[in-house]
């Protein structure tokens, strides 16, 4: 997606200093255009739509140009830099207003290189971009952020105020005296336990009378080892 920004100005000058504005930020000139001539055709070259051509054409008069900017997706916040440049001078009105018109950009595959590093140059990089004040710009600049911020201490606690957990709900306290229990449940029942597993001692065998099970079927208890 590219932003075509594009002003009429009461003079020639105006529109160049417009220009040279944008060219000492980082924009390059492949992007920047200042036409004269009232020449609808020639402005349309620019990339500005026809409509808005026609107008600027017809308003035109001597020592007026037409400066027009063509700010692509990336870098971010280009476009915006470009309308803020524009706008901070007067500009003649043409009957459209500010003129800010977002063109869709296709992928021309022909023009791919078929090899990832001819000449060494960034993949997927505009070649108007490498080498250009565009190669310095961030995200964080665009938009007014300090790339890098001083280290806060970490709070103590989540909450705002200082607060703990205990006595942000209910007063309660971080540590307890009392008696801790020795079952879950009220009472003194241990949990999934019944009162008989508790009192009645543990056997030592399964079987009534004591006897053991390899007795009981006439086993060995233990056999030499072969």
Request: with cysteine; charged share 25%; glycine share 8%.
């Amino acid at each position: 997606m590219t932003t075509v920004v594009s002003r009429l100005y009461d003079s020639v000058e105006a529109a160049t200093g417009v220009a040279d504005q944008l060219r000492a930020e980082g924009f390059p000139d492949s992007t920047i255009s200042v036409i004269t001539a009232a020449d609808a055709g020639e402005i349309m070259k620019a990339r500005v739509s026809e409509r808005a051509a026609a107008a600027y054409a017809k308003a035109m008069t001597d020592g007026q140009a037409v400066f027009v900017c063509r700010a692509p997706f990336t870098p971010f916040g280009a476009a915006r830099r470009a309308m803020e440049l524009a706008d901070a001078t007067p500009m003649v009105d043409a009957g459209i207003g500010k003129a800010n018109e977002y063109v869709r950009e296709e992928a021309q595959l022909e023009n791919l290189t078929p090899s990832i590093l001819p000449n060494h140059p960034l993949m997927m990089t505009r070649d108007d971009y490498v080498g250009s004040g565009w190669s310095g710009w961030r995200a964080t600049h665009a938009l007014g952020w300090d790339t890098v911020i001083r280290r806060r201490e970490a709070p103590k606690n989540l909450i705002r105020g200082g607060r703990y957990m205990s006595r942000g709900f209910w007063p309660g306290k971080l540590l307890s005296d009392k008696p801790r229990k020795s079952s879950v449940y009220s009472g003194g029942k241990l949990f999934l336990s019944s009162t008989r597993s508790v009192s009645t001692p543990k056997k030592s065998s399964i079987l009534g009378g004591h006897p053991r099970i390899s007795e009981k079927f006439g086993f060995k208890t233990i056999s030499e080892r072969r």
